[in-house]
């Protein structure tokens, strides 16, 4: 119809065609037929800045944007939508001076007074890390909607859940009604506070509320149960979950798979196993490490093997989750074979399966061959395999492998695990010479150790 010159609004069927090259995901096509478009519109603009935006080309979206600017087609300026998406791009290349440049065109043009484009703004300094500039625009805004006061509860939640309470409460007080997303970022913010008592009221309020949870809501509670050891609690968010009929997806069988290992229940942590139809490698993962957990290391090495036979894809947890079983369970020479056979599963092993290598040596007092592991990781080693390996020579009475292993790594790693370790190995010999070595050399090297806690 362009290409014929078929008497219609050109500008509106170009900038429409545009728009649905761009949702079919053409790129390509949209660029071209823009090009071709002699004095593209506001629509235009906006669907070719969304749909770059949106496929993370931050930077040619912003380019986009200069031209308009710049062009001055048919006394066409960026109107509210072009501010909400362009903001969206300031986010994607966190780039907060840009943003505060884009609010000035915002604050010129006379937009500071539209919810959307101040909900945009918030968004962009919210995520830019400026949660004072967030709440600037918001305390301005003579209008606020559901989205405004979600999006300040998401971000006051960071570390003060009692100031996104508080916008909570007022939010209701406005007559504004909370909808889901805005109850799970409450509930987000106090799970991730490790206030459970009060994530798990929020939880039964939004119930009250006759808001149906989904996904996001209980894999984010489930945790709090394992964490307090609450299988009673566990146990109604599993019934809340049926009672609305929430689909069970991967996440949140796993979720429950493991609330139910940290709660002590292993039999209902099997049922939720064995009720998933398809299983991913977080299933399987999620089951292994709570047969490795519970000491049923047999139980974790068959469900092991019978991945494999399924042809399930095991990944670099799912080795972790072997290996800790079988270190906690005296599986040496059967732990050896599984971590010799990780390349032939495509993985390359990582700092965490040297570290339940080393543990499962040094438990067993195969210490020589521990020693040469940590040599070998050398610099790459982490606190938890210096301190098992540290552990071990202490519990085996090899400090000659202890003082080996400290002069390899020349004291270079600020380890106050390891060296405190070392020191103890020492003392406890009655070494007091090695004890002052070892703390001069943390004077040294500036390593303190931490204060233990206590609640005696």
């Excluded at 031209?67 to 994607?92: A, D, E, H, M, R």
């Amino acid at each position: 119809m362009l290409t014929k010159h078929i008497d219609m609004n050109y500008w509106s069927l170009s900038s429409k065609l545009i728009g649905a090259y761009a949702c079919c995901g053409d790129l390509t096509s949209s660029k071209l037929l823009f090009q071709d478009t002699p004095n593209p519109n506001v629509f235009a603009f906006n669907w070719m800045i969304l749909t770059l935006t949106f496929s993370g080309f931050h930077e040619e979206a912003m380019g986009y944007f200069s031209l308009f600017q710049k062009s001055k087609i048919n006394n066409s300026s960026p109107n509210k939508y072009t501010f909400s998406i362009i903001l969206k791009c300031c986010v994607g290349l966190m780039d907060v001076d840009l943003g505060r440049q884009v609010h000035g065109m915002i604050a010129k043009l006379g937009f500071e007074t539209d919810v959307s484009v101040c909900n945009a703004l918030i968004d962009m300094y919210g995520k830019c890390g400026e949660i004072c500039n967030a709440r600037e625009v918001f305390d301005k805004m003579l209008g606020r909607d559901v989205v405004s006061w979600t999006t300040m509860i998401w971000y006051a939640r960071t570390g003060d859940c009692d100031g996104a309470f508080e916008y909570f409460s007022r939010m209701a007080k406005e007559g504004l009604t909370a909808d889901l997303v805005t109850w799970n970022a409450m509930i987000s913010g106090f799970v991730q506070s490790e206030r459970a008592i009060e994530a798990l009221e929020l939880f039964r309020d939004m119930l009250i509320a006759r808001i149906k949870p989904n996904q996001v809501t209980v894999t984010g509670l489930l945790p709090v149960c394992g964490m307090i050891g609450s299988i009673g609690k566990g146990r109604e968010i599993h019934g809340v979950i049926y009672r609305t009929g929430l689909d069970i997806n991967f996440f949140v069988a796993s979720a429950l798979i493991d609330m139910y290992s940290k709660c002590g229940s292993v039999e209902e942590a099997r049922n939720v196993f064995n009720t998933i139809r398809t299983k991913n490698a977080a299933s399987w993962n999620a089951m292994i490490g709570c047969y490795g957990k519970h000491g049923m290391v047999n139980s974790a090495i068959k469900l092991f093997e019978k991945m494999i036979n399924e042809e399930i894809q095991p990944n670099e947890v799912t080795l972790i989750s072997v290996l800790y079983a079988c270190s906690h369970g005296g599986l040496v020479e059967k732990g050896l074979d599984i971590f010799r056979s990780i390349d032939s599963y495509g993985i390359k092993a990582n700092k965490e399966h040297y570290s339940c290598l080393i543990d499962l040596l040094c438990r067993y007092g195969r210490m020589d061959e521990a020693y040469d592991i940590v040599k070998h990781i050398g610099i790459e080693v982490t606190d938890s395999s210096i301190g098992a390996f540290l552990n071990g020579c202490k519990i085996h009475e090899r400090r000659d492998l202890a003082e080996k292993i400290s002069e390899h790594l020349r004291m270079e790693l600020k380890r106050p695990g390891g060296f405190v370790t070392l020191s103890n190995i020492y003392s406890s010999e009655g070494k007091w010479g090695g004890v002052q070595d070892v703390r001069e050399v943390m004077k040294d090297k500036r390593v303190h150790k931490k204060p233990s806690f206590s609640t005696v």
